[in-house]
């Protein structure tokens, strides 16, 4: 069985445990991963530690000529990649799927390639001149989850290294492999020990979060593995960039044409089957509106073709997990019981974690379905009467990551927008992401950004030189 080593150092690493990785859509093996020990996550960090002096010395041109060549062999390879995260996370190589993952990996690499944070005059007067210098953290910990599992990898590593960090990353203990197999390729173009990886469920990234010699922590993942985070922090004080999770909202202001917005919201909801930070999880719309919204997204569910990635044909995979599959079943299940028009779409096949498109009616605020992040493809519409209660309810949650605001007019939909908390409130789309644009979230989804200069930003220190006249 062919197993799939960490690499630190340039070097691949020997494991002495492994873990066999599933595929979700079939059960067939993909093969084992390795599975690090504390004194991996050490040497990791020492290999990064080394490494760093040389690379902050380099010239900012020539790195960002190596974060440009490390773009090429994203593309390079895109098809190979794309075809390991279909069978290792499930998500269809087609449509907003896997293919869709790596093309955004390379953009998300190419973006920062090419972006450069200048020094800037903050002050000048007769007696003094100061400058603000943007210099690089030092090692950064990288902690991601299995949903994205190279995209959001990309949104931690591409920005630290382009800065003059380098980087310990720990894919999630459920999508090693093709995380693994990036960092190997892209190794290629990058000088040992600048992009170094460790591997192994929470213990092993509690190892990392908390090593003295870290230096800035970019944590993707859920509200609770966020808060144990910025508590083992306190053993390096290592600044944090948390993106933790969502329960977005998204509110149809009343006499919009569904059948114009149908297709946005169902991908705003259903892509990677609801299992992506920023999808709509929750939608309001007005009483009015209620029956030609879910007819209009009901046709759609029954066009999808729903089966294993790997044929082209297929827009709906599986849950990643058993855990999220059995999440979700239960989340459903709670608001069948409470009397909840459930309805389910599209042929789900026997094997693997598949769950049908799932619409769930009559329902309201205070239900399981709308409270918690159900991170998959079931979608409770609450009525409403008034825009005001739904804006109340939109931001009734603790979560905060996006919403958005679906009207014939952008101008109909942004004095709505403007009542939202939400880090982006998108208006007639959701989760349209940009490497140019910051994204994070507010409240409890977490805090910093990642993305274009502020992104930047959130991976230096500033340094100023103060100058006497
Ligand atoms: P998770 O928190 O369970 O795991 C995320 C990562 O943290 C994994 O690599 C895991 O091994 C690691 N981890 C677990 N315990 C740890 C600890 N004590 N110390 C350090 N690392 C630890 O999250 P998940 O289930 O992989 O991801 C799903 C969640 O992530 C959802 O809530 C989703 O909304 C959120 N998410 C947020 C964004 C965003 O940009 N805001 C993007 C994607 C996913």
């Known amino acids: 069985m062919q197993t799939y080593s960490n690499l630190v150092n340039g070097k691949p690493v020997e494991a002495t445990s492994h873990q066999e990785i599933l595929n979700p859509a079939t059960g067939d093996s993909l093969g084992l991963a390795a599975i690090s020990s504390e004194q991996d996550v050490n040497d990791a960090v020492i290999a990064a530690r080394n490494a760093q002096k040389d690379w902050s010395r380099v010239s900012d041109q020539e790195r960002q000529e ?3 060549r490390v773009a090429q062999v994203l593309q390079d390879n895109s098809e190979y990649l794309a075809e390991l995260i279909t069978r290792e996370q499930g998500k269809p190589l087609s449509g907003p799927g896997s293919r869709f993952e790596v093309q955004a ?13 200048a020094p800037e005059t903050v002050h000048e007067d007769e007696e003094r001149k100061d400058v603000l210098h943007r210099v690089p953290l030092g090692v950064v910990a990288a902690i991601a ?40 390729l892209i190794n290629q173009v990058l000088p040992p020990g600048v992009l170094n990886t460790i591997s192994g469920d929470g213990r092993i990234g509690a190892a990392l979060t908390s090593h003295p010699d870290i230096d800035k922590i970019m944590f993707t993942g859920s509200e609770a593995t966020g808060r144990r985070i910025i508590e083992a922090s306190s053993r390096n004080l290592a600044p944090i960039t948390l993106e933790l999770g969502g329960n977005d909202p998204a509110i149809v202001v009343p006499g919009t044409d569904a059948t114009a917005i149908a297709e946005g919201l169902f991908w705003g909801a259903f892509l990677n089957m609801g299992q992506t930070c920023a999808c709509i999880k929750r939608l309001y719309v007005h009483e009015n509106d ?29 849950l990643q997990n058993k855990m999220q599959y059995n999440k979700v079943k239960e989340l459903v299940g709670d608001a ?13 096949p026997d094997t693997g974690y ?38 109340a309810s939109a931001n009734s949650l603790s979560a905060a990551l996006g919403a958005s605001v679906w009207a014939n007019s952008p101008e109909e939909a942004e004095p709505v927008a403007m009542r939202l908390e939400a880090g982006t409130v998108w208006i007639n789309q959701h ?4 490497p140019m644009v910051p994204f994070g979230g507010n409240k409890a989804s977490g805090y910093g950004v990642e993305f274009g200069l502020e992104g930047l930003k959130a991976v230096t220190q500033p340094r100023v030189i103060s100058i006497k006249k």
Not at 105 to 115: D, F, I, N, S, Y
Not at 293 to 308: E, F, H, K, T, Y
């Open 66 to 68: 190596t974060v440009a």
């Open 105 to 117: 990996c390379v953009g998300w690499t190419q973006v920062p390639a090419a972006l450069a944070l």
């Open 431 to 434: 989760g349209a992401i940009h």
């Open 336 to 348: 069948r019981s409470n009397g909840c028009d459930v309805m389910e779409f599209g042929d789900v």
């Open 290 to 318: 209620y029956d030609s919204v879910i007819a209009a997204l009901s046709d759609l569910a029954r066009q999808m073709p729903i089966g294993d990635g790997m044929n082209e044909n297929n827009l709906i995979g599986p």
């Open 145 to 184: 989850p299995w949903n994205w599992p190279l995209m959001i990898a990309i949104w931690q590593i591409i920005p630290a290294i382009r800065m003059g960090n380098t980087v310990v990353l720990k894919p999630s203990e459920y999508t090693p492999i093709a995380t693994l197999e990036m960092v190997r």
């Open 354 to 391: 598949f769950l049908p498109v799932t619409l769930v009616g009559n329902i309201q605020d205070g239900q399981r379905l709308v409270d918690e992040e159900q991170f998959g493809p079931a979608l409770p519409i609450v009525r409403y009467k008034n825009l005001d209660d739904a804006v």
